[in-house]
Nanobody, 119 residues
């Protein structure tokens, strides 16, 4: 059974930093894709970062480019989202998700972790 467990959310002042972690169990990642999404009430879930497990290819949305970094630790089956220069508009529930290579959408989701940025 595949499980994704996020950690690292919390309350931080504007300009501060947080690092989110997402540990994957039940599957050895190979040519899969990991994504970080965020969602605020009344809005659609937004993809903010994506990384391919077997290549250096990454994606960052325009809203976080230059401030966030996505990385992975293959040995730990863990993906990270390093967030710096946080803004109040980054406040959201952040989810990690796993998309299998053959899939057209994300197959597995974490439970979400709250990030709150105070002004």
């Amino acid at each position: 059974q595949v499980q994704l467990v996020e950690s690292g959310g919390g309350l931080v002042q504007a300009g501060g930093s947080l690092r989110l972690s997402c540990a994957v169990s039940g599957r050895t990642l190979s040519r899969d894709i990991m994504g970080w999404f965020r969602q605020t009430p009344g809005k659609d879930r937004e993809l903010v970062a994506r990384i391919y497990w077997s290549s250096p290819t990454t994606y960052l949305s325009d809203s976080v480019k230059g401030r966030f970094t996505i990385s992975r630790d293959n040995a730990k089956n863990t993906v990270y989202l390093q967030m710096t220069s946080l803004k109040p508009e980054d406040t959201a529930v952040y989810y990690c998700a796993l998309r299998l290579l053959s899939a057209t959408q994300y197959n597995y989701w974490g439970q979400g972790t709250q990030v709150t940025v105070s002004s």
